[in-house]
């Protein structure tokens, strides 16, 4: 003999079923390190040339060194990528526009694309876009900006700049002087 459910059964069931996948969801969205689980051929906004660009000058922004590994490592570009893809903000339209001042000016300077470039030449580039950072004039000079912030932004909230590079422990106790407010 079936037993009947009760409206409020019924609802309770329902909420309790919603929750618990949502909160599975959530939490396996959530383990995932900046960087892992999105890869490369998954790209959302970029194209495979602009990703490339996005990639390399992410990571001469902040390359891998004796401390912990740089930008490409950390996944930047990936995460700036799926944050564009996912935006209501007139951003995008301003990347692609600044992506195109990069080759603009890398065929200036050196009569070829940034990615065709010689490791010098790319550096060359790159130095000239950050000349005008306090004050850009140039859309390359803006982009430089745009690119450095969320550059910055993506690598210190992934497990690698965290953890290998400011190297965060986690909530525990501190001994010693701290430079900091006393309220005192």
Avoid at 34 to 47: D, E, H, M, W
């Amino acid at each position: 003999m079936k037993k009947k459910l009760t409206r409020r059964e019924m609802i309770q069931a329902t909420a309790a079923g919603a929750a618990g996948a949502a909160g599975a969801a959530g939490a396996a969205a959530m383990s995932l390190p900046l960087g892992q689980g999105t890869p490369v051929q998954g790209k959302k906004f970029f194209t495979p040339a602009e990703f490339a660009v996005v990639d390399e000058l992410s990571d001469m922004i902040i390359p891998t060194d004796e401390r912990s590994p740089g930008a490409r490592a950390a996944g930047v570009a990936a995460f700036i990528d799926a944050r564009l893809a996912e935006s209501f903000e007139p951003e995008p339209p301003r990347w692609r526009a600044g992506l195109q001042a990069v080759e603009a000016l890398s065929r200036e300077l050196h009569a070829t694309g940034f990615m065709a470039s010689s490791a010098e030449q790319r550096l060359a580039v790159l130095t000239k876009m950050a000349a005008g950072e306090s004050e850009p004039k140039t859309p390359a000079e803006r982009f430089f900006r745009e690119i450095k912030g969320s550059t910055i932004r993506a690598y210190y909230t992934s497990k690698i700049g965290i953890h290998d590079d400011q190297q965060y422990q986690g909530n525990v106790y501190q001994n010693g002087e701290f430079a900091g407010f006393d309220p005192a």
